[in-house]
């Protein structure tokens, strides 16, 4: 038998990840520097221009984060696809002024994100 306990915890909001680092005693300096990279966000984003999807992807990648995109994107053969962001709080927040300097409507969804997620 294990001497560990273990448990997965969901964690809503950046106030929900400061009372779990509050709780497992870190400073709160630490607890500032990491609360936004326990809340992870799956964003689902429809219809964007298959030459944004791709730039779109590449950012995220950069950041740490991922985006699925439609095979369609590798060979620009469709004009749209949906996007599924997968990141953390801080994440979106490294991605967010990136795309805000991309063309073919990067700029806002930036704004939108920034908006949806509240950063």
Same mark, same amino acid.
């Given at each position: $038998?294990?001497? @560990?306990?273990?448990?997965?915890?969901?964690?809503?909001?950046?106030?929900? =990840?400061? %009372?779990?680092?509050?709780? +497992?005693?870190?400073?709160?300096?630490? *607890?500032? $520097?990491?609360?936004?990279?326990?809340?992870? !966000?799956? +964003? !689902?984003?429809? %219809? +964007?221009? *298959?030459?944004?999807?791709?730039?779109?992807?590449? *950012?995220?990648?950069?950041?740490?984060?991922?985006?699925? +995109?439609? !095979? @369609?994107?590798?060979? /620009?053969?469709?004009? @749209?696809?949906?996007?599924?962001? $997968?990141?953390? /709080?801080?994440? @979106? !927040?490294?991605?967010?002024?990136? /795309?805000?300097?991309?063309?073919?409507?990067?700029?806002?969804?930036?704004?939108?994100?920034? *908006?949806?997620? =509240?950063?």
């Amino acid at each position: $038998m294990s001497e @560990y306990f273990m448990k997965i915890i969901k964690i809503n909001d950046k106030k929900d =990840a400061e %009372k779990i680092l509050l709780d +497992v005693d870190c400073t709160k300096e630490g *607890t500032a $520097m990491m609360a936004e990279k326990a809340v992870f !966000r799956v +964003v !689902r984003i429809y %219809k +964007v221009k *298959t030459k944004a999807a791709n730039i779109l992807k590449q *950012t995220m990648l950069s950041k740490g984060g991922d985006a699925a +995109v439609s !095979r @369609y994107c590798a060979d /620009l053969s469709k004009d @749209y696809t949906d996007v599924v962001l $997968m990141a953390t /709080l801080k994440q @979106y !927040r490294a991605a967010i002024p990136v /795309l805000l300097a991309q063309p073919w409507g990067l700029k806002q969804i930036a704004n939108e994100l920034k *908006t949806l997620l =509240a950063l």
